[in-house]
């Protein structure tokens, strides 16, 4: 999958903002032109970057699957909680701060050996990544740093944005 996978951090007052915006195209334009590079530049420590292995990520936590099976609060690290924006060239998905801190409870309790052990049970018929050692080696990679950023979003008591740019694959909608 070539979709880039990015966690947000943000405030009140920017998930207002989000949220008074009607139109998805809006929603959407005013995400790419005000929050990402605002973030991106000058407050990095509130993202968290999961490149193409979000997909891996999110099915190792949702039971294997990409839609929005799983368990919660597993399931809501990458793509639960609410969609923003219906198009599918992009994903963006709010967590709630109470949805921030159910997450940010069970994270830590994710051993090397359990995410292991969730990644090799992911199907390998309906995503166009592999499941290796080497990819796996990645996956963990990103979610160690995902986890990191979970934990202090919820240390601060703010909203989780999970974005992906691109074309999600029909065979693996949401």
Known sequence: MSCLGIHFSLSDSEVDHLLRIGDDGRRLH???E???PLYVAEHPERI????????????ALAEGTLSGEGRYPLNHVVLGGTSLY?????VMRLKARNQVQDVARV???MTHSEFHRRYRAIPTTDHAFIVNNEEFDET???????RSFWLRAAEEGRYVLFTANGRIEPSSSL
Do not use: C
């Open 107 to 109: 994270l830590p309790a």
């Open 140 to 146: 963990w990679r990103r979610f160690e740093g995902v």
């Open 48 to 59: 968290a970057e999961s490149g193409t292995a979000w997909d891996a990520m999110h099915r």
């Open 30 to 32: 005013y995400f790419r």
């Open 34 to 36: 005000s929050i990402e």
């Open 86 to 90: 219906a198009g599918d060239d992009f």
